[in-house]
């Protein structure tokens, strides 16, 4: 069965410094993957997608980006942090299109004080 | 543009009070709606994918039915475990890969 998995599990950062949280998925190959947002009281927000290695879209212009070095690792980044980049990170993975359902990580809480 | 509201914004029920959910949307051609619960600190979990109207799936206590314009989540003699945020999301033709269009969520309480 394929499991995805997310670390660290909470972050507390000050502004201006950087970040990286990584998302791997296990059981499956050539995933679709997804990094959402979801702030306090606001729906999820797409902020960016893959659908290969080293192929990546953004859906949110912001000071967050994203890397896929492996199939199977998707890593969320930031060289400076904001107050207003604090929320709920969730990583997802989906097959085929896109038409199909996403599966969701355990999330990464991040505070940015 | 695009939209999803669900209501109500948060339901609370007595366990075995049915009741339902709403998914309303507006979306330029629906691929799908999905239904995700959602429990504190926790990453969605799936539930159904309904793809064309009068559609419906089924899992224990929870039913989702879908129209053209709405989307239906019935709890039938719900347990204080059903307790959580419902979430509903479509994706459009147009859209982006993968761009599900999430709503705010429904946060359902069950007393036992």
């Known amino acids: 069965s394929q499991t995805i998995h997310q670390w660290p599990a909470t972050l507390v950062q000050p502004v201006g410094s950087p970040l990286s949280l990584e998302c791997t998925v296990e059981?499956?190959?050539?995933?679709?993957l997804y990094w959402y947002r979801q702030a306090a009281g606001r729906g999820l927000q797409l902020l960016f997608y893959?659908?290969?290695?080293?192929?990546i879209s953004s859906e949110v212009p912001q000071n967050l980006s994203a890397s896929r070095p492996q199939d199977r690792q998707f890593i969320l980044s930031s060289k400076k942090l904001l107050l207003s980049d604090s929320g709920f990170y969730l990583c997802?993975?989906?097959?085929?299109?896109?038409?199909?359902?996403?599966?969701f990580g355990p999330g990464t809480r991040l505070t940015v004080t | 543009e695009d939209q999803v509201t669900q209501s109500p914004e948060a339901l609370r029920l007595q366990e075995g009070e049915s009741s339902s959910l709403n998914c309303s949307y507006t979306?330029?051609?629906?691929?799908?709606l999905f239904w995700y619960r959602q429990d504190p600190g926790k990453g969605p979990e799936f539930l159904f994918t309904?793809?064309?109207a009068g559609e419906e799936k089924e899992k224990e206590r929870l039913k989702a039915t879908l129209t053209k314009k709405e989307s239906f989540l019935h709890i039938t003699a719900p347990k204080p475990e059903d307790s959580a945020t419902y979430l509903c999301?479509?994706?459009?033709?147009?859209?982006?890969?993968?761009?599900?269009?999430f709503g705010k969520g429904t946060k359902l309480s069950v007393k036992p």
């Open positions: 999301a479509p994706r459009n033709y147009g859209g982006s890969q993968g761009n599900l269009i």
């Open positions: 309904l793809y064309s």
């Open positions: 059981g499956t190959s050539n995933p679709n």
């Open positions: 893959s659908v290969g290695i080293g192929q």
């Open positions: 979306v330029s051609g629906l691929r799908g």
């Open positions: 997802a993975w989906s097959e085929g299109d896109g038409a199909y359902e996403q599966y």
